[in-house]
């Protein structure tokens, strides 16, 4: 089946919004629908009153959406995109939800003729603006490359991990990876500073050794100066942890530090800051030290 030029793209967020600007200026034509229409509207160019009339105008959807529920909702729920798809459709979901979850919506869509990738990314907003996502590609090869120039409108590395599910298994061990390095970082910053040590010198003596990421070079200047301005917000990568942790516990695998930072991302989430960038965990630490 030839590669789709026009597309179906379901939710304006942080991520999404970027990402479909990205596919029209690759030539796609996009319709857009969103939950709030006015950001739909924003969007500029055609706009769908439902997810239906968005997939029966192209016969390729997108979702970028918070979770589980809405995805379920925006795919399978009244007037879903699975009501506008004809046999031989393709939902691509690039949302991260579990992959149980992911391997549950496949099914419900096969039973329709309606074929299914979870593919979610990795990179942040900054990635999702400049089109250089890393996307991790769960499904059969078939549609896979179907939609890989959609893939590469938005993202520098397109990765097949394997079939159904494990793009999202992917993505949530790669967010639980950085959650736990970042939550590292903050409290390391927190006994830094109580230490008396020049922060500045810390971050240059980090940055050169064994204890360098991606996470110090993104995040400790956020961390220092408050500057919480969600790139990533925190509620989203509690919740990442949270699918990771209950997909480790039903194959019996123990992921302690998974656990760890579950608590110190809650704890932040308690004190009003699961709409900061994630960076703000580094308040949960310092709440923490406080006397």
């Known amino acids: 089946m030839e590669s789709p030029r026009r597309v179906g793209f379901l939710g304006l967020g942080i991520m999404g919004r970027p990402m479909a600007e990205n596919l029209r200026a690759a030539g796609f034509e996009v319709i857009v629908w969103n939950r709030t229409r ?74 329709r003729g309606i074929d299914f990738l979870d593919a979610p990314v990795t990179g942040s907003r900054p990635k999702a603006e400049d089109g250089t996502l890393t996307i991790m590609v769960g499904g059969p090869p078939e549609p896979l490359e179907r939609a890989r120039p959609l893939f590469e409108a938005m993202g520098q590395q397109v990765i097949h991990v394997g079939p159904t599910g494990h793009g999202a298994m992917a993505k949530l061990i790669n967010n639980t990876v950085g959650a736990i390095n970042a939550a590292a970082l ?33 995040k400790a200047g956020a ?38 930072a579950e608590r110190l991302y809650g704890e932040a989430e308690a004190r009003g800051l699961g709409g900061s ?6 308040e949960a630490a310092e709440a923490a030290t406080a006397p």
């Not at 509207?41 to 997810?51: C, H, L, N």
């Not at 390391?188 to 996470?215: K, P, Y």
């Not at 960038?277 to 580094?282: Q, S």
Request: hydrophobic fraction near 50%.
């Open 223 to 260: 961390m220092l100066e408050h500057d919480f301005e969600p790139l990533f917000k925190l509620e989203h990568m509690l919740k990442d942890v949270r699918h990771c942790l209950a997909e480790a516990r039903a194959l019996g695998v123990r992921f302690e530090l998974a656990e760890a």
């Open 38 to 111: 006015s950001k739909a509207d924003e969007f500029g160019g055609e706009v769908a009153a439902t997810p239906a009339e968005a997939a029966a105008a192209t016969g390729v959807v997108i979702s970028m959406l918070p979770d589980v529920p809405e995805v379920e909702q925006v795919l399978l729920g009244p007037d879903g995109a699975t009501e506008g798809l004809a046999d031989g459709g393709l939902c691509i979901d690039m949302s991260t939800i579990g992959p149980t979850a992911a391997r549950a919506i496949a099914e419900r869509l096969a039973e």
């Open 277 to 282: 960038d994630f960076a703000a965990v580094v």
């Open 186 to 218: 903050g409290e390391g910053l927190v006994l830094a500073r109580e230490s008396g040590l020049d922060l500045d010198a810390l971050r240059q003596v980090i940055g050169s050794g064994s204890g360098a990421s991606a996470m110090l070079e993104l």
